[in-house]
């Protein structure tokens, strides 16, 4: 049984930090993309940024040179640091985990909140 736990989240002054950890248990193949989503209130959930078990990265625009998403493969585990947080970084954000030799086993976490406050 796989199982994804995010952790890290709280809450923040407009331009500050956070880190936000995802861990994976259980057995998964090494071929994988670990990702980080988010939903605010009343809106669609949205990609922030993955990574795949070769080190191939990819961003939001809105998160762009401000989020770095990293990985500790012996861990696995995938953190993603948030620097410059604006308001409407607000959110709860979801660790994914896609993993299987087409990436065909999805696993979700129960998400983390991130506040961001003026």
């Known amino acids: 049984q796989v199982h994804v736990v995010e952790s890290g989240g709280g809450s923040v002054q407009f331009g500050g930090s956070l880190r936000l950890s995802c861990a994976a248990s259980g057995s998964i193949f090494s071929g994988y993309v670990m990702g980080w989503y988010r939903q605010a209130p009343g809106k669609q959930r949205e990609s922030v940024a993955a990574?795949?078990?070769?080190?191939?990265?990819n961003y939001a625009d809105s998160v762009k040179g401000r989020f770095t998403i990293s990985r500790d493969n012996a861990k696995k585990t995938v953190y993603l640091q948030m620097n410059s947080l604006k308001i409407e970084d607000t959110a709860v954000y979801y660790c994914?985990?896609?993993?299987?030799?087409?990436?065909?086993?999805?696993?979700w976490g129960q998400g983390t909140q991130v506040t961001v406050s003026s």
């Open positions: 994914r985990l896609r993993t299987g030799l087409r990436l065909e086993y999805d696993y």
């Open positions: 990574i795949a078990s070769g080190g191939g990265t």
